[in-house]
């Protein structure tokens, strides 16, 4: 399959190409678009074979159900069998923007999306090409991230080409997203919300709204049957074997240069994903990525994938990334750098 390519302004998107990209998604062809959490591949979300050749495209397993992306508030109501208050509450406060709301479905919302579960997952993104796309396509978009199962998310056209090219109908392309790690998912459905996935909504922010929040314990590491079924998968695995370091900042140096030194003496090719602070005092050898200085989370959010994907034509036998405290944004990127790990965690 040849698959299009559409250079668009994130500010002002020209709309001759949305509407022919909306145009290819109502006729149940596969769509990636920009949003401003990662790159997501999108499909007419009430068109059971057009949800199907996701799975197929991304190598998915049938059983991860995929989020429904709609654009307004109101459009809630379509597909969920009942809006709580605190949902809508959610929706008002940070609605548009990188939150997903887990509520029990309509029956018109097929299985397909759902993996077969009563609960519909719902987003609506702030990204400006994204909701246009979705109006003009007058349906509910379902997408997943624009990746290979298993791989680092996309957070430019570039990575979904480098992941997807040949395998869908086209691919709009309005540059680097600006927040780089996925929506948060929230289930509503708990008697008290659970935080199954943490993203662009911090979990202090869902506080503020909802007064209590709970934590899915296998966010915490334990070993638990997830609740989000996306969860108990491989994800964002870089292509060669990544350790994470897990430390206060002079301690976490001290360890990744013992980690670096021992890897180096192997004869080992090392890549190394730190912080701006520790950059200078690595091994020369080691080739590293810069993800951003240590207390700039946004800045590390944004280049994390990106910094995943680095090494993927680079002749690197193993790396190394340095983690960072786990506060605000820093929940989300240490929740991906654990599980693009495989939870091979390193601590003093
Ligand atoms: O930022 C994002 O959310 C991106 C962009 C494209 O919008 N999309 C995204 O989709 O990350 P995906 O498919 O990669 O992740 C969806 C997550 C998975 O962990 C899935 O298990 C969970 O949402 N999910 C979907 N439906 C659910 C449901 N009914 N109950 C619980 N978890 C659900
Ligand atoms: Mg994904």
């Known amino acids: 399959m040849h698959t299009n390519y559409y250079k668009i302004d994130p500010f002002n998107p020209d709309i ?7 145009a290819m998604l109502r006729q149940g062809q596969l769509v990636a678009f920009p949003t401003e959490t990662v790159y997501g591949l999108g499909a007419n979300g009430l068109n059971v074979q057009a949800v199907k050749s996701i ?3 991304k190598g998915r397993p049938s059983d991860n159900p995929l989020i429904l992306h709609i654009d307004a508030v109101d459009k809630l109501y379509t597909l969920a069998a009942s809006v709580p208050a605190n949902v809508l509450a959610l929706a008002e406060r940070y609605w548009p923007g990188p939150l997903t709301v887990v509520v029990k479905r309509r029956p018109l919302v097929p299985d397909a999306v ?5 609960t519909v997952a719902i987003r609506l993104p702030s990204s400006l090409v994204a909701r246009e796309l979705i109006r003009l396509a007058g349906v509910p978009v379902a997408a997943p991230s624009a990746n290979t199962s298993g791989r680092p998310s996309p957070t430019t056209a570039q990575a979904v080409l480098a992941d997807l090219d040949s395998k869908i109908a086209a691919v709009i392309d309005a540059g680097p997203c600006e927040i780089g790690v996925e929506s948060t998912v929230v289930d509503c459905t708990t008697p008290v ?6 993203g662009g909504i911090t979990y202090e922010m869902l506080v503020e709204v909802l007064g209590e929040v709970e934590i899915d314990s296998t966010l915490s590491g334990a070993q638990a049957i997830p609740k989000s079924p996306g969860m108990k998968y491989i994800h964002y695995a870089p292509l060669a074997p990544l350790f994470l370091v897990e430390a206060e900042p ?10 670096l030194d021992q890897a180096l003496a192997t004869g080992k090719t090392v890549g190394v994903i730190v912080s701006a602070e520790l950059a200078d005092s690595l091994p020369a050898e080691a080739i590293a990525y810069v ?4 207390d700039d ?3 590390i959010a944004a280049n994390l994938y990106t910094a995943l994907r680095s090494f993927d034509n680079k002749p690197v036998d193993v790396i190394y990334a340095e983690g960072i405290s786990d506060q605000g944004l820093g929940l989300a990127v240490m929740n991906r750098l ?7 965690i390193i601590r003093r």
Request: charged share 20%; aromatic share 6%; proline share 7%.
């Open 291 to 294: 993800y951003g200085p240590r």
């Open 297 to 299: 989370t946004a800045a």
């Open 114 to 118: 759902t993996g077969g579960l009563d």
């Open 55 to 57: 799975f197929q495209a």
């Open 16 to 22: 001759a190409v949305l509407t022919e990209a909306a």
């Open 338 to 344: 654990r599980k693009a790990a495989g939870y091979r």
């Open 250 to 259: 002079i301690a976490a140096t001290a360890l990744l240069k013992r980690e």
């Open 193 to 198: 919300p659970t935080l199954l996935r943490p």
